[in-house]
């Protein structure tokens, strides 16, 4: 009885079990034609620009305050399309699941998927489904891959123009520090949620209202700090950022002085960056603060000819130092 | 000294480590225009149908005699497309690695991948790597999606009509007998090897040839029993089988023996199924055995009105039985 409520090894084994946990659990919570088909490939029509993307998800642990790996899954894939300014449309899924894992975990998993996908429209058309022995995987894995149709050209890294400002759509630093705070059972910050969200509302919003987008990016593993330098290094530009215009709430503050992190290092997983022009910042964040996931919208610094390749953070004092590309052994599994 | 040469989980933080090791291991082996702009995703333009699909690969052990992990993750990704009457062009690719991983087994995967594209002409266009801590994976899983131009349409298991002959590529349960072996460690059938290969080639000269494809599909985990019992099923037709024409080699056959298993339940991942009106049977064997990885095509059954949804293997002493879709713990991981 409880066996049959775990997943077994024949259940990926290509055979009448695994038939049935596909139709079941997986065919169950993401219906759509394609999917019926059921046929090795899904076939669709794709005119114009389509841009494409793969994320593996590891997260431990897989339900965190304010998501799970399934809503990660969707919203991350959704959101690197999104960064490209394109409207998510089609999602692969790929699951390896550890033998022994719980069934009812795995409905959870993909009902959460289900519900992150209504927010941006996307459909998943295609999945994959192995289940490696005990011991032979932490539970579960989930692959998404993403297509979607682009809405703007000519968001790039290498775009960004002496003058622009960056702006970024909310407070940093909280994905990482609750997979943190969770993983080590912590209560004292209990208040403290993920800011896992699908984004392309927001960007389609941005796009809607003429913004002129030179790059975007979310601030995932690397955090601010990896984005920021990517940017710098291939615009070959120097990036000025004020640290009292960086919102960081109170919870993450207060872990990453318990833990000597900094909120600029830790992944996010609904927040991104975005350079526009310097005449467009107030219109942007007019546009971002509809948004309940961008309650903290703000502008933080500004691309300089200067410095060219850096990010140099300046302090409420006066005093300032370079942002490095994070180095050595961040939190490891946060996405 | 010996660290450097293993990979660590800062190779996965998405700091300098990360980029380190996506520059020296992945863009070298996949170098290629898209992937050089280092976006969040991809774009790519795809005019007319576009078939999508995606597989995640757990073998074991993840070298095996006639190929590895990303000889497979490549020719599997591509072989779903291709029996879509697809020509693989773009794919992703996805690495989950297992701390302390070897980096030189890891260029070795990575080349293999390069080599494996280079039969079909695809590239990888975008990517990701997670790191997971040690006891959490084993070794390295890799995830490809892929998309390709759809060259033939109406090909679907739901297409199947009576009198279509049914045309096996070559000799089946090789793949699996091949994985058994390497991982019992046997050393008498040390001439077996998986017939991994990418079969894009011989579906692009069916579609030349003017074939008309009614179904057609890898036989992959499940085997041969897989695709002809969903074929039968999904297209409400029964599908005689004449036993004696269906090659299997004496190596699969010896090791079926030693095991007690059934050749047409063993997985292939380089032998493909379909389904042709009977008059262009001829020419569709005579079209495949071009192709040195389908050495022993041939005619294997057809498709009746009788027993609609069975699958009927005829012995050559005129007893029959029905195949059975595969039911239970088949080899775990075995792609």
Redesign the interface.
């Known amino acids: 009885m409880s066996e049959k409520k775990s997943i077994?090894?024949?259940h990926?084994?290509?055979?009448?079990?695994?038939?049935q946990l596909i139709k079941s659990v997986f065919f169950n919570a993401f219906d759509n034609d394609v999917l019926r088909?059921?046929?090795?490939?899904?076939?669709?029509?794709?005119?114009?620009?389509?841009?494409?993307?793969?994320?593996?998800?590891?997260v431990?642990p897989l339900i965190f305050n304010g998501g799970d790996i399934g809503k990660l899954a969707i919203a991350g894939t959704a959101n690197?399309?999104a960064?490209?300014g394109?409207k998510p449309e089609?999602l692969?899924?790929?699951?390896?699941i550890e033998e022994g894992f719980s069934l009812e975990t795995l409905k959870t998993i993909a009902a959460s998927m289900a519900e992150e996908l209504s927010v941006s429209g996307a459909h998943i058309?295609?999945?994959?489904t192995?289940?490696?022995?005990k011991?032979?995987?932490?539970g579960l894995?989930i692959?998404t891959?993403?297509?979607?149709t682009?809405h703007a050209s000519g968001i790039?890294?290498r775009n960004l123009q002496t003058g622009d400002a960056i702006i970024v759509s909310r407070d940093i630093g909280r994905h990482g520090a609750t997979v943190l705070m969770n993983r080590e059972g912590l209560e004292l910050e209990s208040d403290l949620s993920s800011d896992c969200a699908t984004l392309w509302p927001a960007v389609e919003a941005l796009i809607g209202a003429g913004i002129e987008i030179r790059a975007m990016?979310?601030a995932?593993?690397?955090?601010l700090s990896?984005v920021l330098n990517e940017w710098a290094s291939?615009s070959d530009v120097g990036i000025s950022l004020n640290e009292a215009d960086i919102p960081v709430c109170d919870e993450v503050r207060g872990l990453c002085e318990l833990y000597g992190m900094e909120a600029f290092?830790l992944?996010n997983e609904g927040t991104f960056v975005l350079a526009v022009p310097a005449e467009q910042a107030d219109v942007a964040l007019s546009v971002l603060q509809w948004f309940p996931f961008c309650p903290q919208a703000a502008v933080i610094g500004s691309v300089k000819d200067e410095r060219k390749g850096k990010v140099v953070l300046n302090s409420a004092w006066g005093s300032s130092r370079f942002l490095e590309?994070?180095?050595?052994?961040?939190?490891?599994?946060i996405?």
């Open positions: 077994q090894l024949s990926g084994g290509g055979g009448q079990e695994m038939g088909r059921e046929e090795d490939a899904a076939v669709l029509s794709l005119p114009g620009d389509t841009a494409f993307t793969t994320d593996s998800f590891t431990s690197d399309l960064m490209m394109a089609y692969s899924c790929s699951f390896i058309v295609c999945g994959d192995k289940v490696v022995p011991g032979c995987a932490d894995f692959n891959t993403g297509l979607g682009v790039s890294a990016r979310d995932t593993r690397g955090g990896a291939s290092d992944a590309l994070p180095q050595g052994e961040l939190l490891p599994r996405c």
